[in-house]
């Protein structure tokens, strides 16, 4: 059955990920949801497959994890706090990172669905959430980054979901914030509990 929730769109569709053009739309997908998020997901097609946003997912999660970790690494070199094991778990953390990405943005993918059936109505399915979450983890390429990344995990379960949401599923603003809201509370927690879990098992 077609989709109907974009019918009134312009016809330019949003850019998305391709294999065949990989660093160069992937450039594009993270520059159009971080600086016209609205206009994306007004022009972005649900209904579409799963490999390329999970890989998206996967070269995001990858360049982020790199990133994250040389950033430490060169931390703890400045204050003279480096040794060799530490080198070793920060790049563990950084491979699972990226690793574990594509099936992190899953489970938040099932979670917002559950909301989004909740407060929206029966509307929307796995894969389809899958790819709004999965385009709206490439605001992730700035977790790396020293305050800004405190925020980045908020910013893209709250206010790119928010969009996301409102705009696919033509939501008013209280029920896209509702749907939102409840979709990050338990991501979050989870996100909470797995860092210090984390932090408990690297400090023995």
């Avoid at 990920?17 to 971080?34: H, K, M, N």
């Amino acid at each position: 059955m077609p989709c109907l929730y974009n019918l009134s769109m312009p016809t330019t569709e949003a850019p998305e990920f391709s294999l065949q053009r990989p660093l160069a739309s992937a450039l594009l997908a993270i520059r159009a949801v971080l600086f016209s998020p609205r206009r994306f997901y007004l022009n972005f097609p649900v209904e579409g497959p799963l490999r390329e946003p999970a890989v998206f997912v996967l070269v995001v999660g990858a360049v982020t994890g790199f990133l994250a970790a040389a950033v430490a690494i060169v931390s703890n070199l400045i204050f003279g706090e480096l040794s060799a094991g530490e080198v070793g778990v920060t790049v563990l953390e950084a491979l699972l990172f990226a690793l574990l990405s594509p099936f992190a943005v899953g489970v938040v993918a099932a979670i917002y669905l559950l909301s989004i059936r909740t407060f929206v109505g029966k509307v929307g399915t796995f894969t389809e959430v899958y790819r709004l979450a999965a385009y709206a983890f490439g605001a992730m390429i700035l977790a790396w980054i020293p305050i800004v990344g405190a925020f980045v995990v908020t910013y893209v379960l709250m206010v790119l979901m928010g969009i996301a949401v409102r705009t696919v599923y033509r939501t008013s603003f209280l029920t896209a914030v509702v749907t939102a809201l409840v979709g990050f509370l338990p991501v979050s927690l989870a996100l909470i509990w797995l860092r210090v879990t984390t932090a408990g098992l690297t400090s023995w």
